[in-house]
């Protein structure tokens, strides 16, 4: 028995190092009923010590956490006081991996409202991953993963912010509130609209975040929001990078992201039943007959613009309005694309490089085609396109005899675009769509044009059986 009272007397730390041996000779010693006890008496001074230890981490960091974060807190509302009145209830830290500040109430100066949230919140998978974040976002390096989370968002609709007259630019958008077409005497849905259909404020959510995967080069971007008896997104986006990223600046410098998978879902909570009501009341209509007047109305204001959507996805819209649900849409590219590059390429060609899919309250949409016609859009939009800029020619040197050759455009077979690598060129797809810019690679059935506008350049990627006509300037 001396054995077993000396185990049981023993410091914890020693248990923990060079202990063990000591044990396994109490065992030996002491009878069955006794060694269990031992056993566990010193099963749990181990795991209490390393409790208390894990503890006293947390609560350190979780103290210096919340004494930062209510530095930066007080900064922003002094330096914010120019603009608005900023008070809020107190910083919590939370154990699983969360900071953030609570009952938030601002009172911008410019207008006459008033908006509160409930909690503003950083998160991570855990509050040391919390406290990496930190340093890491300090040093300019790029986290693994982070999120930021607005709870209980809350603006009133009577007020300046949602309750203001619509601004005159937008009266005048072309396909600028096409939701509420067919809606009676009503052209636009603002804050007194929404009250009348039973709103009195506007409540909602939203979580932005994102996961890097550096072993597969994915960046997967996550976006979910709600708004209290109205309506639920959930968009997830997969963006492939060309190489890994260990700091912001590095992910920046970077070549543009493309597209590698995208889910966006859209659920209706409510607000499809109130707006059918409320227009079919305003309209005099029934609600059947104010949805086919809305859908009819939508097409032709859509195709006044350059856009024709199929019979197959204004059958669905008028199913999402007609019985709510959800609505899934998704896109799994063969292989990932630059988004810019899809305005160069027909709706049919973009359903095919995206593979795209749709769902309607579960029912795939069979039927996604669509067409439209850029120069209209871009009038609609007030995005005009840019005029083509003229082919930079090499200024002679003094000491060379001037032959003044004039180029011109020559019909090339598509075959042949290879030998013109670095040359100016006009080419013009099957579906009537004509490109005009500086071949740069032609390889494996892929035709690489780089285009220059206004705002840069973008290099497209177009099939060879795609291609209808080529010329080439020499």
Not at 238 to 267: F, H
Not at 308 to 336: D, H, K
Not at 418 to 437: D, E, H, M
């Amino acid at each position: 028995m001396v054995g077993i009272e000396q185990t049981i007397l023993m410091p914890c730390g020693k248990v923990a190092g060079g202990g063990v041996l000591l044990i396994i000779e109490s065992m030996a010693a002491a009878p069955p009923t006794t060694r269990k006890v031992s056993v566990m008496r010193k099963l749990m001074k181990i795991l209490t010590a390393l409790l208390i230890v894990l503890i006293l981490i947390g609560g350190g960091v979780g103290g210096y956490l919340w004494y930062d974060t209510k530095q930066k807190a007080d900064q922003l509302v002094m330096a914010a006081k120019p603009f608005a009145e900023i008070s809020y209830g107190g910083v919590e830290v939370s154990p699983a991996g969360s900071l953030g500040i609570n009952r938030l109430r601002i009172v911008p100066h410019m207008v006459n409202d008033v908006i509160t949230i409930g909690a503003v919140r950083f998160n991570a998978p855990n509050i040391l991953a919390l406290l990496k974040t930190r340093w890491q976002l300090e040093r300019g390096e790029l986290p693994d993963a982070l999120s930021l989370s607005v709870h209980g968002f809350e603006v009133p609709l009577h007020g300046g912010i949602l309750g203001a007259p619509l601004p005159s630019s937008r009266q005048n958008m072309p396909l600028g509130d096409l939701d509420a077409l067919g809606c009676g005497q009503v052209a636009h849905f603002g804050g007194t609209e929404w009250q009348e259909m039973g709103y009195d404020r506007f409540i909602g959510n939203i979580e932005i975040g994102y996961r890097l995967d550096n072993a597969r080069n994915v960046l997967m971007l996550r976006v979910d929001s709600n708004t209290r008896d109205w309506a639920t997104l959930n968009m997830d986006i997969g963006l492939a990078i060309p190489g890994s990223a260990q700091s912001i600046m590095e992910l920046a410098a970077q070549a543009k992201p493309k597209l590698a998978s995208l889910n966006v879902t859209i659920q209706d909570d409510g607000f499809n039943r109130r707006r059918n009501n409320y227009c079919a009341a305003k309209a005099g209509k029934t609600i059947d007959d104010y949805l086919a007047d809305h859908v009819r109305l939508l097409a032709e204001r859509l195709n006044a613009n350059g856009v024709n959507p199929g019979p197959g996805l204004m059958a669905a819209y008028r199913r999402f309005l007609s019985e709510g649900g959800r609505i899934v849409l998704t896109a799994t590219p063969p292989a990932p694309i630059d988004p810019a590059e899809l305005q160069y390429y027909s709706a049919e060609d973009i359903v095919k490089l995206l593979g795209l899919k749709m769902q309607v309250n579960g029912e795939a949409v069979a039927d996604l085609s669509a067409s439209w016609d850029s120069a209209k859009l871009a009038r609609a939009l007030g995005a005009e396109p840019a005029p083509e800029e003229p082919v930079e020619e090499a200024a002679p040197t003094p000491s060379e005899q001037v032959v003044m050759i004039q180029k011109s455009y020559h019909p090339t077979p598509v075959g042949e675009l290879g030998q013109y690598v670095g040359k100016i060129a006009k080419l013009k797809t099957v579906t009537g769509a004509a490109f005009r810019g500086q071949l740069e690679a032609v390889a494996e059935g892929i035709v690489k044009i780089k285009i220059r506008k206004s705002g840069g350049s973008v290099t497209l990627s177009l099939r060879t059986n795609e291609i209808d006509s080529a010329q080439v300037l020499y």
